[in-house]
């Protein structure tokens, strides 16, 4: 039983990405870039590069090189904290809110996740949530 359960989720897991490549493709945005849009919340403040930093599980470095990317392209905006100069505050503008709701409508509407009933849909957020809760995954 686990094997299969192990080969549905891989399966999905593919299904997902195929699914997003494509999307992103026509959206003209790499899977990096898209996971910062994801992360800033318009309805969150700004936040620090560092704790983008963190949200994304990489270098500061990195978020640096995928902000200068997206505030080229006006999706973005970043400016130094009132209180402390030293930090750079990011968040989006209205063209980036305008792509963010893009991708999340997409994910709502054409995703493979968005063709199970609602009951599904929630049943498997609850699992998928036991799941992330779960201990750190053991090495193989």
Not at 41 to 59: E, F, K, Q
């Amino acid at each position: 039983m686990l094997y299969d359960l192990v080969e549905e989720a891989y399966t999905f897991t593919v299904t997902m990405q195929r699914w997003s490549a494509t999307l992103l493709a026509e959206l003209d945005l790499t899977e990096p870039l898209a996971d910062v849009l994801w992360h800033l919340d318009p309805s969150d403040a700004r936040v620090s590069m560092r704790h983008l930093a963190s949200l994304l599980h990489c270098d500061p470095s990195n978020v640096t090189f995928l902000a200068d990317r997206l505030e080229q392209r006006g999706l973005i905006q970043r400016d130094t904290d009132p209180f402390d100069r030293r930090v750079k505050l990011v968040g989006l503008t209205s063209a980036g809110v305008g792509l963010r709701t893009k991708i999340l409508r997409a994910a709502a509407t054409y995703s493979p996740l968005a063709r199970l009933a609602q009951e599904d849909q929630r049943r498997l957020c609850d699992l998928l949530a036991k799941t992330r809760s779960a201990a750190e995954p053991a090495s193989p």
